[in-house]
């Protein structure tokens, strides 16, 4: 069964180095997420990308965030200057169809970003 | 006000019996999804069921179903037939609304455990 494939399993880094997080979606799907859940707590949104651009984004994705599909296939999560507080599990999502239907998201396993 | 509610932080069920997480859920958008999913302490967000707004009858999948109360706003998740492989964080999440790629919103989980 296709699924969500995220590299690398775990980053570390010095805080203030730039870090990008990656995510091959599944391939015939058009909606792509990043979530994050800090240890022990619940899982948030970042942000969702649909056609080459962001759809929505939460309060948490900020100037210090951006993302781009940069060759059709890769889905990429950029964190410019990271701070203490970016670690956590970052999860890549996709999905076939957006709106109310019975598709899921389906979510990769996660890169674990650890910060310095 | 929380979205997504999940009152259980803990639960303990035998080997073999059913075991009910409960979850109930906030919103005035008549269109919405639910979702469960299963988190092992490897990390990955595995999608176990679906309920959408609209569906008549509660969603079932192998040993998984869902009780839906509409009215109470309450999607409850059954796992029948409990497994040691069933010990993990369980999140139900929603998706609210008719346009495509809409978030999930995470509750805060319940740790499952099963014992022998």
């Known amino acids: 069964e296709p699924e969500v494939t995220q590299t690398p399993s775990h980053q570390v880094t010095q805080m203030g180095q730039e870090v990008i997080l990656r995510c091959v979606p599944i391939?015939?799907?058009?909606?792509f997420y990043w979530y994050r859940q800090i240890l022990g707590q619940k899982v948030e949104f970042l942000v969702s990308?649909?056609?080459?651009?962001?759809?929505?984004k939460s309060e948490i994705f900020d100037d210090q965030f951006s993302v781009e599909r940069p060759d059709g296939s890769n889905f990429t999560l950029k964190i410019r200057s990271t701070k203490l507080e970016d670690s956590a599990m970052y999860f890549c999502a996709s999905s076939r169809v957006g709106g109310i239907s019975n598709q899921p998201q389906h979510f990769g396993d996660g890169t674990r970003l650890s910060i310095l | 006000a929380q979205k997504i509610t999940q009152t259980q932080p803990g639960m303990f069920v035998q080997e073999k019996e059913a075991v009910t997480l409960d979850c109930t859920y906030d919103t005035s958008d008549p269109s919405y999804g639910l979702f469960w999913y299963k988190q092992p302490s490897s990390g990955e967000m595995i999608f176990l069921i679906y309920q959408g707004s609209y569906d008549q009858q509660n969603a079932t999948e192998g040993r998984y179903s869902l009780n839906f109360q509409k009215a109470r706003k309450s999607a409850n998740l059954v796992i029948s037939a409990s497994q040691l492989g069933d010990s993990a964080m369980y999140f139900c999440?929603?998706?609210?609304?008719?346009?495509?790629?809409?978030?999930?919103?995470f509750g805060t989980g319940t740790r499952l455990l099963v014992s022998p």
């Open positions: 990308f649909y056609n080459n651009e962001i759809s929505e």
């Open positions: 391939s015939n799907h058009l909606y």
């Open positions: 999440a929603m998706r609210e609304g008719q346009r495509g790629f809409q978030k999930l919103v």
